[in-house]
């Protein structure tokens, strides 16, 4: 089980194809979202899926290059979990890069260890590796849904605070 709360989250935005999805889903209660995807084969379900969560500073910036189609975009966030006590540490790698006309997003796990400031970095080959293309078009609903969630998000943050 992940350290983060598993309250159950909205579904922002799906992306699906015959043999892959990504799911990108509100985890804002901590200021994050989350991004799960994986192969799948039909009639017999999920071959291997991964997931990240992913900072809402960082989000503003990756979606917003979907959104505008930036040509060339690379983005590359290493996190983990565990590393301490007797539990192992377990990395997750998200990178995503828009070259010519497509989109890839790809999220990998594996082993992980902890460095000296606390950071977790992968060690060995991933376990889990999944990469999910799309039509630069549909890259760009992609990031124009998140980067709109988002700001609605912000709007009703800040009449929250404004009220109290």
């Given at each position: 089980m992940d350290d983060h709360v598993m309250a159950e989250r909205a579904r922002v935005f799906s992306y699906l194809t015959r043999h892959s999805f990504l799911h990108i889903e509100d985890a804002l209660a901590i200021e994050k979202i989350r991004l799960f995807a994986g192969f799948y084969r039909r009639g017999q379900g999920v071959e291997k899926h991964g997931y990240h969560f992913m900072d809402v500073?960082?989000?503003?910036?990756?979606?917003?290059?979907?959104?505008?189609?930036?040509?060339?975009?690379?983005?590359?966030?290493?996190?983990?979990?565990?590393?301490?006590?007797?539990?192992?540490?377990?990395?997750?790698?998200?990178?995503?890069?828009?070259?010519?006309?497509?989109?890839?997003?790809?999220?990998?796990?594996?082993?992980?260890?902890?460095?000296?400031?606390?950071?977790?970095?992968?060690?060995?080959?991933?376990?889990?590796?999944?990469?999910?293309?799309?039509?630069?078009?549909?890259?760009?609903?992609?990031?124009?849904?998140?980067?709109?969630y988002v700001r609605a998000w912000d709007v009703v943050r800040l009449g929250v605070r404004r009220r109290l």
């Open positions: 500073a960082d989000v503003r910036v990756v979606f917003d290059a979907l959104a505008r189609g930036e040509v060339g975009f690379v983005y590359r966030e290493f996190k983990g979990s565990g590393g301490e006590g007797d539990r192992a540490a377990e990395s997750r790698v998200l990178s995503v890069a828009i070259k010519a006309d497509k989109v890839y997003i790809e999220l990998k796990s594996g082993p992980g260890r902890r460095t000296a400031t606390g950071a977790i970095t992968p060690m060995g080959k991933a376990r889990v590796a999944v990469n999910v293309g799309m039509s630069l078009y549909e890259g760009r609903r992609l990031g124009a849904a998140i980067v709109a």
